[in-house]
């Protein structure tokens, strides 16, 4: 069974690995450059590395982490819409504007960091997934 929604549900787990990627590719030099002996580190959380390294650097892993979050919630309702039937046409649509504004809201928040700018790409986002949803559950109800 084939579903267009799952198109956009693979660009989306692209795109996570795309930030981890960067993430890695500006945070471990920042880490070598802060002096930071990965072999000696026991324990450590995020909060940790925020102190550590600029801003700028953590930026692209704040957005990461932000991937692991609300995103779930988009895998899964997408998975509920294919396996209804349902994720073709009007839903597909809706799930690559939401792709699209989390892409863009990732960009926002890995470069400039604009909070105005990254809150309105993420309710955009939100109202995408709330659609969704709804339309899952009239699928499934």
Known sequence: M????????????AWTLVMLAWTLATRLPAMKAAGVDMGKLVGTKASDADRALPPQV?????????????PTLFYAVCAVLALSGTGDGVNAWIAWAYVGLRIVHSLVQATSNRVRARFLFFMLSSLMLVALTLHAALAVF
């Open 58 to 70: 953590q930026w692209k892993a704040h957005n990461h982490n932000h991937l692991m979050e609300q």
């Open 2 to 13: 084939h579903s267009d929604i799952l198109r956009p549900m693979v660009v989306l787990i």
